[in-house]
């Protein structure tokens, strides 16, 4: 088995909802009890663009899924809650995204794991410090080393 982390965004349709049934499916790819989630956060459109706010979080799992299984399981589930993306950049229902295979390098045409964006990332960094705070990612860099003031900042955590 292998640990894994998974990103979850929406800024559509009931972004908590969204994110609620997100769990729930991403629950049957994880070994019996392995998955856990943090909190989930509210956060301003990262990269200049006019769309409703996110809400963030980040699962984490033991699955025995490979690589293109998991991928092919977490658009399934993209799939399954409309998965409305009209372009590039634009606002979604649902985005799962793959940050971390174990302490793997995966790079394929249709995954790169880490994934590019996680490190510059504060609704990523952040949510996954909830569950792993004592995380180092494959390039030997340590979580907390990246998470700074300024990315809390940007971040509010809604209480459920
Ligand atoms: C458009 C872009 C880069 N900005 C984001 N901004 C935030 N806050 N959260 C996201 O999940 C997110 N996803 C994206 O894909």
Redesign the pocket.
Known sequence: AVQVYVAL?ANLAEPVQQLDVAVTALKTLALNNTLTVSAYYR?????D?IQPD?V?AVAGFQTELLPIELLDALQDIEQQQGRLRLER?GPRTL?LDLLLYGTQHINQPRLCVPHYGMKQRS?VLVPLADIAPTLTLPCNTSLESLISVTMRDELQKLID
């Open positions: 965004g956060s301003k459109p990262m990269g663009v996110y963030n950049w985005d609704f």
